[in-house]
């Protein structure tokens, strides 16, 4: 349902753009007689509601369509627009949004267990040196620019001290390992930019519990500072941590756009900004709709793991 | 005499407001020794916990120890390090809270939390804990004490974790167990469980407790000597039975003498007179489940009908239904003889005018952003009409009739008064309405006795003054005594007794009213001893009401 309801959000955000992929490709010099013959060709020239009603039917059976470049392309050797050896939009996506998903869980596998520790470590020394340092860093570290963050990473780790390749340029085939160090600097960019809201999410949602009459119980019964947190405000704080979580893995697929394209990674995002660049419609809805759809399972999952992590709601009376 | 167990000597606390710190406690003295019971009794404010809490070296945020010694067993607690208190507090100081169902983890099992502080200071392994923490359930008439301890805190009732936690803070076997009103959120029937409980283990294992509570009559029953605090100050300490018989200080004497307020009785009803308010035959359900069924008693013109219950039996619930909040499934509710709509919905201002509500928490009935002057003044403008300084005369006179100043509290927030003051509030706004019914859902509650007191005689002023009806929905039963004309009985979603008070507390009674008035505790040290021999020791609580 809401998928339906951003499927319609999308389609017509992507519609309102100026011009169009027969615009786009004919370049400034086209005659409008061309220009029209190709809308004709791709069925541009169809109504709205049409298209959309087109591109839904076909979204749900899986199909996504072609994009549009390749029916063009396939159209000036008299193949039909859906012809058997045509790279179709799922075809371009896959392997694109593979290789995202495999930069996402790289930063997710870091930043994860880096924030929480974090947010249990400034909630346990809160107010104190260490706990303003962690939030003065992890705060700048938000609040600048990817693309900044991620020169700046470049600078140190690439070209003042040749760590990691400056250049992800991953390909199918390739050994882990080295395919691994390649998306190291997209990650740690990736990681820098979404670590600090998990990291003050956990420290607040802890702080907030200690006030509550169970950890004074838990102090009282002379527990240490560490085992009070790690094992009676954090079981408790875990339903906002979880929902923060779910929020910024989802940016990790969706958001990383700049990312991707500073450091030349062939992932979903690029695709999206070339798509947009030649207005290639089905390709970038597809996008849009894979972005949605990572949002809602995030969100859903995340709503799921809530209700397990609480006994309240895990054996009802 | 040896050295006391616990000494506490010239203590002061103070706590922080506004960037300054004031006086909690001047120079309070105490001394326990092994096995012995002291009582803590005041008012709210009187830093009875604070006491608590500081005898296990311990202070709340924004509170802290600025002068004396708490000195347990040789070690002072006020100097020593983090690590050694830590090292006492659960092993040789444990601690019972005032409302177990928030002071127990809702993420953990109840085993898991007793057995944590064994294991923690390694007095016992987990295995022999969980042994033990049965036989400490069996022993507390946990009902089926291998299992329940298995079970999250939710799925266990208020009484049940009171017990559960008291068997928790037994669990390392403490020389000094700090109870701070461990029984104060439960019903009177369960209190006497809880009570039994308690007094059995402690006398068994020769435990000393700090025994923390504002009912005399409960601490009477528990303690071996009573301290009397007043705001931070020590007004005397005696032995219980000389305490009772013989208070030397004025305060105490006033302590002693509110349970006696009672207001004379009214003439009876004139037959065949009209009812203010009628409830006939109501059944209501929360969604499928039925939670009441076929209540009906009627309340006359400027009389009060007290409803009494555990919690649970659908006093509450009674009151939704008169005020339509939730529309009963059979039967109706009638106002001066005329049907009135079920859903609140449905009704017109007249209607809704003529039925107001008082509530329990006074805090969180009153908007926290509103001045007392727009709280009271909002209802006079919606039903009244009142505009501009129509108003604020009207408000100012409500003030005068609740008894404060109105040039003093008009702009005030209610964050700056008192828990008594924030009720009077309530109350003048339910009249602002001027209202001929009024339904006061367990407002003294939360009350001290003093102000709790001073809150009942103000209904009753207002009732003489302006012929109001109310329902008082209570669980006090000297609450009951003190206020109402007529009683009616609930227990889970039935009327099971009802008459004119001076009927209900004479025998004979239905028999599940007789086990709420025996349970009420009575200013008698012997009383509970003489009620558990009366009863059969093994017979208390669930069995009695098993009963039934």
Known sequence: MTLFVVSVIIFVAVNALPGDFAEAILGQGATPEAVTAIREQLGLNQNALTRYFQWLSGALRGDLGVPLSQALFAGNFGATAVGTDVTTVVDQIIPRLKNTLFLAGVSAAISVPLAVTLGVLTALYRNTAFDKAMNVSTLSAISSPEFFIAYVLILFLAVLNPIFPSLSNIFPGMEFSERLTRTMLPALTLTLAVTAQMMRMTRAAIINLLASPYIEMARLKGLSPMRVIVKHALPNALAPIITVIALNLAFLVTGVVVVEVVFVYPGIGQLFVDSVKIRDIPVVQACCLIFAAVYILLNLTADILSIISNPRLRHPK | ?548
Not at chain 2, 63 to 68: A, D, E, P
Not at chain 2, 465 to 479: K, N, P, V
Request: charged fraction near 25%; charge should be negative.
């Open chain 2, 1 to 548: 005499m040896s050295e006391p167990l616990l000494k506490i000597r010239n203590l002061w606390i103070e706590g922080r407001s506004d960037e300054t710190w004031n006086p909690i406690i001047n120079g309070v003295d105490l001394d326990l020794n092994k096995g012995e019971v002291i009582g803590l009794i005041g008012e709210s404010g009187a830093g009875k916990s604070t006491i608590g809490l500081a005898s296990m070296g311990f202070t709340r945020d924004g509170v802290r120890i600025s002068q004396g010694s708490v000195v347990f067993d040789g070690v002072d607690l006020v100097t020593a390090s983090a690590a050694d208190k830590r090292a006492l507090l659960g092993k040789r100081i444990a601690y019972v809270a005032q409302s177990a169902a928030a002071s127990f983890n809702p993420a953990h099992k109840l085993m898991d939390q007793h057995t944590e502080g064994p294991v923690q200071h390694s007095v016992s392994s987990k295995g022999e804990s969980t042994e033990d923490g049965i036989e400490l359930y069996r022993r507390l008439r946990l009902p089926n004490p291998e299992e329940i301890g298995f079970r999250y805190p939710h799925q266990v009732s208020g009484g049940q974790l009171q017990r559960a936690m008291t068997a928790m803070a037994m669990a390392c076997r403490p020389d000094l167990i700090i109870f701070d009103e461990p029984t104060t959120a439960l019903d009177v029937t369960t209190q006497i469980e809880v009570l039994a409980s308690i007094r059995d283990i402690v006398e068994q294992f020769d435990t000393a407790a700090i025994y923390i509570t504002h009912d005399l009559a409960v601490v009477a029953q528990m303690a071996d000597k009573i301290k009397v605090l007043l705001k931070g100050d020590e007004v005397e300490e005696a032995d219980t039975r000389t305490m009772l018989s013989q208070p030397k200080e004025e305060y105490t004497k006033s302590l002693w003498a509110v349970r006696s307020f009672e207001r004379p009785a009214k003439p009876s009803v004139i037959t065949g007179s009209t009812p203010v308010v009628s409830v006939k035959n109501v059944t209501a359900a929360y969604g499928t489940t039925d939670v009441l069924h076929d209540v009906s008693f009627d309340i006359h013109e400027g009389r009060t009908v007290a409803v009494v219950g555990e919690s649970g039996s659908g006093k509450s619930t009674t009151a939704r239904c008169i005020t339509g909040l939730l529309p009963p499934r059979l039967g109706h509710i009638e106002f001066d003889g005329m049907q009135l709509p079920l859903d609140y919905r449905k009704r017109d201002k007249m209607q809704l005018r003529q039925a107001q509500m008082i509530y329990q928490m006074a805090d969180t009935a009153l908007n926290p952003r509103k001045t007392i002057g727009e709280t009271i003044g909002r209802p006079v403008e919606f039903y009244l009409g009142l505009k501009g300084k129509e108003k604020r005369a009207k408000v100012d006179a409500l003030l005068d009739e609740i008894e404060l100043e109105p040039s003093q509290y008009r702009d005030r927030l209610p964050s700056e008064l008192s828990g008594g003051q924030k009720q009077r509030i309530g109350i003048a706004r339910a009249l602002a309405a001027e209202p001929k019914f009024i339904i006061c859902d367990e407002v003294t509650s939360a009350l001290d006795q003093l102000v709790a007191e001073g809150i009942l005689k103000l209904l009753a002023k207002l009732q003489d003054q302006l012929g109001l009806s109310y329902m008082f929905i209570t669980h006090d039963l000297a609450t009951v005594r003190a206020i109402s004309d007529e009683v009616v009985v609930m227990k889970d979603g039935k009327v099971v007794e009802q008459g004119e008070k001076a009927e209900m507390f004479q025998p004979p009674h239905h028999p599940y009213t007789d086990l709420l008035l025996s349970s009420v505790p009575e200013m008698d040290p012997d009383w509970l001893d003489d009620l558990l021999k009366e009863r059969g020791v093994d017979n208390i609580g669930d069995a009695a009401v098993d009963k039934m």
